[in-house]
T-cell receptor, first 114, second 116 residues
Framework: AQSVSQHNHHVILSEAASLELGCNYS??????LFWYVQYPGQHLQLLLK??????LVKGIKGFEAEFIKSKFSFNLRKPSVQWSDTAEYFC????????????FGTGTKLQVIP | DADVTQTPRNRITKTGKRIMLECSQT?????MYWYRQDPGLGLRLIYY???????NKGEISDGYSVSRQAQAKFSLSLESAIPNQTALYFC???????????????FGPGTRLTVL
């Protein structure tokens, strides 16, 4: 069965600091990877996704993620965070074939201090 | 107008009551999902449906049932609510995909359910 681990449960940063949120998955086959963001009081929305090709994926609002197959990782990065990035971030994985059930990580709460 | 809507948005009920949460979508997607979100546990899949005649249990289906009344409607029922079902419930949709690809899920605004 596939699983997703997010190592950081709560991260506090000052504005302009750099961000890296860890995500590791467990699955033996080909995967598709996602980062979703949930702003306070809102529903989840897609930040970026990886299907194939260039392992460095760029998403909305200056976020990017790098797929490192050998490390089973898909870490999220942003060079300079803003107060408006305060949110909860979820990594998710699905297998590429058959029934594509998505498995979500437990989430990382990011708090950006002005 | 929102593409994925959920009703009610908030509900407080008592142990033993029957509760139905409803989800409607105007995206034309054939796949729909119900998740619950609990602090520190992320999102966990309750049920999913890949079309009107295809309903599948997720990882935490005990105590829940679903009905796919139409392509656009997917409701979640708690036959006899209990306090540990207090959570934030999300409905989501996605489009049909071919093998080897995947389409993102689109989430509704959530229903906050409290069982006393």
């Amino acid at each position: 069965a596939q699983s997703v681990s997010q190592h950081n449960h709560h991260v506090i940063l000052s504005e302009a600091a750099s961000l890296e949120l860890g995500c590791n998955y467990s699955y033996g086959g080909t995967v598709n990877l996602f980062w979703y963001v949930q702003y306070p009081g809102q529903h989840l929305q897609l930040l970026l996704k990886y299907f194939s090709g260039d392992p460095l994926v760029k998403g909305i609002k200056g976020f990017e993620a790098e797929f490192i197959k050998s490390k089973f990782s898909f870490n999220l990065r942003k060079p300079s965070v803003q107060w408006s990035d305060t949110a909860e971030y979820f990594c998710a994985v699905t297998n590429s074939g058959g029934y594509q059930k998505v498995t979500f990580g437990t989430g990382t709460k990011l708090q950006v201090i002005p | 107008d929102a593409d994925v809507t959920q009703t009610p948005r908030n509900r407080i009920t008592k142990t033993g009551k029957r509760i139905m949460l409803e989800c409607s979508q105007t995206k034309g997607h054939d796949r729909m999902y119900w998740y619950r979100q609990d602090p520190g546990l992320g999102l966990r899949l309750i049920y999913y449906s890949f079309d009107v005649k295809d309903i599948n249990k997720g990882e935490i289906s005990d105590g829940y049932s679903v009905s796919r009344q139409a392509q656009a409607k997917f409701s979640l029922s708690l036959e006899s609510a209990i306090p540990n079902q207090t959570a934030l419930y999300f409905c989501a949709t996605s489009a049909h995909t071919d093998r080897g690809s995947y389409n993102e899920q689109f989430f509704g605004p959530g229903t906050r359910l409290t069982v006393l």
